[in-house]
């Protein structure tokens, strides 16, 4: 951060590629070479200014954490609680909105999608365990369940049961657990017999080296 403040500009990407940065105000203002107090007070007109004149998508993270982009749009994100304020919870945020990124999805969908969820996981943890209480681990776990909840509401569309919904999801995860354990118990069956095959080759060899010295 101090380095990258100390130039006019953001270092430039790679050609077809796209920064995203998600600094919080303490770090926006650093970055801007102003207050704290003048990144609050201008929050929307920083984001877009600091976006459109580096080229980056700036995740600008408060209560309401907004989006800028290099185009001049701006979002504001309507998910999340007190309970992100704590040091880990920019990190698993920064892991979703890079993941989204390494499957292929643009770099402004991915800091869209992942402030969201970031948030909704937050908001469902501390249903869970209190704004006050949760840590950021908690919102990775509960992260796993919105994807499983959505299955839920897609398969209630069809007209099944919640009951029976969460049976399905349960068989599903079962069949694929039992396709995998038999892949891993095929792989350390073949290269067990791999290893058998090498050792009894190596044996062989041995014994008809001995016997040549041996002249028999």
């Not at 209190?130 to 959505?150: C, F, V, W, Y």
Request: one cysteine or more.
């Amino acid at each position: 951060l101090n380095a990258v403040s100390a130039d006019e500009k953001l270092p430039a990407p790679l050609p077809g590629r796209r920064i995203v940065i998600t600094p919080h105000p303490g770090e926006m203002a650093r970055l801007c070479g102003c207050s704290i107090a003048d990144i609050k007070a201008g929050r929307e007109e920083i984001s877009l200014d600091y976006a459109k004149k580096n080229g980056c998508i700036v995740v600008l993270k408060e209560h309401r954490t907004l989006i800028a982009s290099p185009e001049g749009e701006l979002w504001r994100n309507t998910s999340g609680n007190s309970g992100l304020a704590r040091g880990g919870s920019g990190d698993i945020l920064a892991g979703m909105l890079a993941a989204f990124a390494a499957q292929g999805m643009k770099p402004l969908d991915a800091a869209l999608c992942a402030v969201y969820l970031h948030g909704a996981a937050a908001d469902r943890c501390a249903k869970r365990k209190s704004e006050t209480a949760m840590l950021p681990h908690d919102i990775q776990r509960s992260g796993k369940n919105i994807e499983r909840q959505r299955k839920i509401i897609r398969q209630k569309k069809n007209g099944k049961t919640e009951k029976s919904a969460k049976s399905d999801i349960k068989k599903q995860r079962g069949k694929i657990r039992s396709k995998a354990m038999r892949k891993i118990r095929k792989e350390i069956w073949k290269r067990s017999y791999n290893e058998k095959i090498r050792k009894k080759n190596c044996e062989q060899r041995y014994q008809k080296r001995i016997w040549k010295n041996r002249g028999i």
